[in-house]
């Protein structure tokens, strides 16, 4: 089994490769160019830290960004902070990610859930090679532009059921620094101090609600297949004197059968030292679909302005770990070996004992509904309680036990007319 998922991940990164060497779309940048031209937002850039939009890589990014209301991979953190509060396993995560040019975006994530209480860290550096050179062609500085973020995560499923999934609620903490080299005057000479005068630190938070339930659902599951997804995202105050890269998104997920799952998101910059200054809508929509048990194919697009991204992707499990590989294209580069392409490990860790816990619920619950069954109502008010002891939230559990009760209510009150008569 192995070797042939080995053969799978070989048979991927060819394709990829084959695919980014023998597109030529020089010619057709210019006319897709053109056309997007209306489209261009004329306050795109006037935000700092930017870096924040660039995605790590993973799921996430694979589907286009389009992300928000699914949450379902470790990758929730650029997106959803909810997702922690309802992941399945606890997971270790490094993302590396080529975006464009020189520039580079290296992420580890951990994240994990203890009951309905998820939480999580993650710490990412987008960085671009600096080198300067005179107008002798000197070398006068050399070093990287570099924005490093360390984020904290918390969340918390309120109201989760067998049947409701709950209301998650999350935030994100955010503290980065940006580091600038040293650059030089206009005589050429190196000014000591000029890069940290340019540097800076900025603090900004997230804050993402999540809900999942089940709508025209064709097949047979104990998860959810409709989502929906809010989130606030890099609301924070300026960094010497310039809005950061705030965001509003709102997203929806449906999964309707089994191997498929589309979603679709809108997100809407927000510029919060002048609102006038905003920009325009974001449009987003991802897909996947689980061709094995071990492979999945991934999709999306994200129509940005005039920037229409493109994203492909696959996930590949081998044991306990996943591996993610995805290529994105968009107008800012062209199809090239390497560039755009970014790279994901993930190692999932247990679930801390909650399948093992949900399937012996079900074992006790199926034990009552056949004490019910027997007669013995009792005794299967008395398993049940056990399941719930396990579980509280286990509804069908508690509908048995009031069930049950009714049922005695009435055997009660036949007797006492029997008696009566």
Same mark, same amino acid.
């Given at each position: 089994?192995?070797?042939?998922? !080995?053969?799978?991940?070989?048979?991927?990164?060819?394709?990829?490769?084959?695919?980014?060497?023998?597109?030529?779309?020089?010619?057709?940048?210019?006319?897709?160019? +053109?056309?997007?031209?209306?489209?261009?937002?004329?306050?795109?850039?006037?935000?700092?830290?930017?870096? %924040?939009?660039?995605?790590?890589?993973?799921?996430?990014?694979?589907?286009?960004?389009?992300?928000?209301?699914?949450?379902?991979?470790?990758?929730?953190?650029? @997106?959803?902070?909810?997702?922690?509060?309802?992941?399945?396993?606890?997971?270790?995560?490094?993302?590396?990610?080529?975006?464009?040019?020189?520039?580079?975006?290296?992420?580890?994530?951990? @994240?994990?859930?203890?009951?309905? !209480?998820?939480?999580?860290?993650?710490?990412?550096?987008?960085?671009?090679?600096?080198?300067?050179? +005179?107008?002798?062609?000197?070398?006068?500085?050399?070093?990287?532009?570099?924005?490093?973020?360390?984020?904290?995560?918390?969340?918390?499923?309120?109201?989760?059921?067998?049947?409701?999934?709950?209301?998650?609620?999350?935030?994100?903490?955010?503290?980065?620094?940006?580091?600038?080299?040293?650059?030089?005057? +206009?005589?050429?000479?190196?000014?000591?101090?000029?890069?940290?005068?340019?540097?800076?630190?900025?603090?900004?938070?997230?804050?993402?609600?999540?809900?999942?339930?089940? %709508?025209?659902?064709?097949?047979?599951?104990?998860?959810?297949?409709? !989502?929906?997804?809010?989130?606030?995202?890099?609301?924070?105050?300026?960094?010497?004197?310039?809005?950061?890269?705030?965001?509003?998104?709102?997203?929806?997920?449906?999964?309707?059968?089994?191997?498929?799952?589309?979603?679709?998101?809108? $997100?809407?910059?927000? +510029?919060?030292?002048?609102?006038?200054?905003?920009?325009?809508?974001?449009?987003?929509?991802?897909?996947?679909?689980? =061709?094995?048990?071990?492979?999945?194919?991934?999709?999306?697009? $994200?129509?940005?302005?005039?920037?229409?991204?493109?994203?492909?992707?696959?996930?590949?499990? =081998?044991?306990?770990?996943?591996?993610?590989?995805?290529? @994105?294209?968009?107008?800012?580069?062209?199809?090239?070996?390497?560039?755009?392409?970014?790279?994901?490990?993930?190692?999932?860790?247990?679930?801390?004992?909650?399948?093992?816990?949900?399937?012996? =619920?079900?074992?006790?619950?199926?034990?009552?509904?056949?004490?019910?069954?027997?007669?013995?109502?009792?005794?299967?008010?008395?398993?049940?309680?056990?399941?719930?002891?396990?579980?509280?939230?286990?509804?069908?559990?508690?509908?048995?036990?009031?069930?049950?009760?009714?049922?005695?209510?009435?055997?009660?009150?036949?007797?006492?007319?029997?008696?009566?008569?």
């Amino acid at each position: 089994m192995y070797n042939r998922r !080995f053969a799978v991940i070989i048979i991927f990164s060819l394709f990829f490769a084959s695919t980014a060497t023998a597109l030529d779309l020089s010619d057709p940048y210019i006319d897709i160019s +053109n056309i997007f031209e209306p489209f261009i937002d004329v306050n795109e850039g006037l935000t700092s830290f930017r870096s %924040l939009l660039v995605p790590g890589g993973g799921r996430s990014e694979a589907m286009g960004s389009a992300f928000c209301a699914l949450a379902n991979d470790i990758s929730f953190f650029e @997106t959803n902070p909810a997702g922690s509060s309802t992941m399945k396993n606890t997971e270790l995560a490094v993302f590396h990610n080529n975006w464009i040019a020189d520039s580079r975006l290296e992420t580890v994530s951990v @994240t994990s859930r203890t009951g309905n !209480f998820g939480y999580g860290a993650s710490f990412r550096c987008f960085y671009v090679p600096f080198t300067e050179y +005179n107008t002798f062609g000197e070398r006068v500085s050399r070093g990287y532009y570099s924005e490093t973020f360390a984020v904290l995560n918390a969340s918390y499923n309120f109201l989760a059921g067998y049947y409701f999934k709950g209301i998650a609620v999350g935030a994100n903490l955010k503290a980065g620094y940006r580091y600038i080299p040293d650059y030089s005057d +206009n005589y050429g000479n190196l000014k000591s101090g000029s890069g940290f005068e340019q540097s800076a630190v900025a603090v900004m938070g997230d804050i993402g609600f999540q809900t999942q339930f089940n %709508l025209l659902k064709l097949y047979n599951s104990r998860d959810s297949n409709f !989502f929906l997804g809010l989130t606030f995202r890099n609301f924070g105050p300026p960094v010497m004197k310039e809005p950061l890269p705030s965001v509003i998104t709102f997203g929806t997920a449906y999964k309707p059968a089994n191997p498929i799952t589309i979603s679709a998101e809108i $997100q809407k910059p927000i +510029n919060l030292s002048d609102p006038a200054l905003s920009g325009t809508m974001i449009y987003g929509a991802g897909i996947i679909v689980d =061709v094995a048990s071990f492979f999945s194919f991934l999709g999306g697009i $994200q129509l940005k302005g005039a920037n229409p991204r493109i994203s492909i992707g696959g996930e590949i499990n =081998v044991g306990d770990m996943q591996f993610n590989i995805n290529y @994105t294209l968009d107008m800012t580069t062209q199809a090239a070996l390497f560039n755009r392409i970014s790279l994901a490990a993930k190692l999932n860790l247990g679930d801390k004992g909650r399948a093992e816990r949900a399937r012996r =619920v079900e074992e006790i619950y199926i034990e009552g509904l056949k004490l019910y069954a027997s007669g013995d109502l009792e005794a299967a008010i008395a398993q049940w309680n056990k399941s719930l002891a396990i579980d509280k939230r286990f509804d069908p559990a508690k509908e048995g036990i009031e069930t049950a009760r009714i049922t005695l209510s009435l055997q009660k009150k036949i007797r006492e007319i029997q008696q009566l008569e």
